[in-house]
Nanobody, 122 residues
Framework: QLQASGGGLVQAGDSLRLSCAAS????????MGWFRQAPGKEREIVAA????????FYADSVKGRFTISRDNAKNTIYLQMNSLKPEDTAVYYC?????????????????WGQGTQVTVSS
């Protein structure tokens, strides 16, 4: 099970750190990532990280502002979000996959976590 946390209501320019803790099984063999879904829009990938944590993928819209990381000892991944914009408002989901691609992030999702709401006011 994947449990996301850390969302909230912030102002434009603020920062938030999302966490996704795994329980019941280890996800150290999975590439991991964050997706988001805004109202009326499709779910989109935000960032992904390989099993080792060495390689990362970012959507163009968040490059330079967001940083994904993982701590396999804690079975947890993180998303540090800086310089938040109103268009970052969405429900953020963590996910696990056995496939990572440098061009697209994650392949077929093996497991979805629960979402956490991020709201950025202007």
């Amino acid at each position: 099970q994947l449990q996301a946390s850390g969302g909230g209501l912030v102002q434009a320019g603020d920062s938030l750190r999302l966490s996704c803790a795994a329980s019941g099984r280890t996800f150290s063999d999975n590439a991991m990532g964050w997706f988001r879904q805004a109202p009326g829009k499709e779910r989109e990938i935000v960032a992904a990280v390989t099993r080792s944590g060495i390689s990362t993928f970012y959507a163009d819209s968040v490059k330079g502002r967001f940083t994904i990381s993982r701590d396999n000892a804690k079975n947890t991944i993180y998303l540090q979000m800086n310089s938040l914009k109103p268009e970052d408002t969405a429900v953020y989901y963590c996910a696990a996959s056995f496939t990572y691609g440098s061009a697209y992030g994650l392949g077929r999702i093996d497991h979805w976590g629960q979402g956490t709401q991020v709201t950025v006011s202007s």
